[in-house]
């Protein structure tokens, strides 16, 4: 009896070794893991993204530690800007514009293509967005992606979407209020606004930004957003720009083929509930995220970028300067 007791107490002061070990390499290995804030929208696929990079710990796996800072696209780049967050979502328009008013902010990986698109009541006459020129459309405001990417489409086929059509610049909610309430012809909306309409069967697209830029780009993808990151902090943490490019390399891929992840924060970040709106979300969202093979960067996807940047200035949407910002906006 008394030998086996000398045994269960050796036992045990032997697991008890072994779990303070094995906490203290974990808790040493945290430690020395360097903590980013990064700047994410509670709504929307790259918000979806961060809670994924989060949940499957792919920071960790990759160097570092995610601390996320919830928050509006505008807060986001406010934060960035006075350096109380190391990263952050950013567009190229927006980023641009940024860069105009003094704030470097640089682009390091691209998370998601356009998931833009003009919307028609289903038995309206309007089969391409030329048919509502005179028509009342609603929008996002002038220094949104949605309507600088809008502004370039149209543009390029010889149509001032401010002359042409009658705008009406509002938020999400409000465009799809007024859409629904008849107050306009059409509407420009992303997914999963767009999804959940399709889903009432009263309406139908009659323009999608991803193919529409694809053919005015000879086949090049333009990205609609990124993870950011001001210029100073890149430069002052170049080992970094590897481990984040992995990151959400392997979260962009992994929330594509996770249909079980998207269900789960459907409600949170899409505010879906219905399960027809969030079968037709998660099937019209998976193709909007990067391509899964994307090796980035690559010359012609960088340039197919830059293109559309110039182009647009040369356009008049962003201004003369912006063309000496557009080389250095991209991470090489």
């Known amino acids: 009896m008394h030998r086996d007791w000398i045994r269960t107490i050796a036992l ?19 430690a020395e893991l360097p903590t980013l804030e ?35 696209v505008p807060e986001i780049q406010r934060l960035m800007g006075i350096g109380a967050i190391q990263l ?13 008013g ?23 006459p309007y089969k391409d967005v030329l048919d509502l020129k005179g028509k009342a459309i609603a929008l996002t405001g002038e220094t949104t992606s949605l309507y600088n990417m809008f502004d370039y489409i149209m543009k390029k086929r010889g149509v001032n979407i401010e002359s042409d059509y009658k705008l009406k610049k509002l938020g999400a909610p409000v465009i799809i209020a007024v859409l629904e309430k008849g107050e306009v012809d059409g509407a420009v909306l992303w997914e999963a606004h767009v999804s959940r309409l399709l889903v009432s069967g009263k309406y139908r697209t009659i323009l999608g930004f991803r193919e529409e830029m694809e053919k005015l780009l000879k086949g090049e993808v333009v990205f609609l957003n990124y993870v950011g990151a001001v210029e100073s902090w890149i430069k002052q ?9 992995a990151t959400w390399a392997a979260a962009s891929r992994g929330v594509q083929e996770d249909e079980a992840h998207f269900q789960k924060y459907a409600k949170r970040f899409f505010g879906l509930e219905n399960p027809d709106e969030i079968s037709l979300a998660w ?25 559309y940047l110039r182009e647009a200035t040369d356009l008049g949407i962003f201004p003369k300067e912006a063309k000496e910002i557009v080389d250095k906006l991209f991470v090489p």
């Open 38 to 72: 990064v700047g994410f929208p509670e709504d929307g696929v790259f918000g979806l993204g961060g809670q994924y990079i989060i949940d499957k710990q792919l920071d960790r796996k990759n160097g570092f530690i995610v601390k996320p800072r919830w928050a509006g």
């Open 88 to 100: 952050g979502l950013a567009v190229s328009e927006v980023s641009l514009r940024a860069n105009l």
């Open 283 to 307: 099937k019209r969202t998976r193709p909007t995220l990067a391509p899964a093979d994307l090796k980035w960067p690559n010359p012609s996807g960088l340039e197919a970028q830059r293109k």
């Open 237 to 245: 943490n170049p080992e970094m720009i590897s481990k984040i490019r």
């Open 12 to 30: 045990a002061a032997m697991i008890a070794l072994g779990l303070a070990a094995f906490f203290s390499l974990h808790g040493l290995e945290a």
């Open 102 to 124: 003094g704030t470097p902010i640089r682009l390091v990986q691209p998370y998601q293509v356009p998931h833009i698109f003009v919307l028609v009541p289903k038995d309206s």
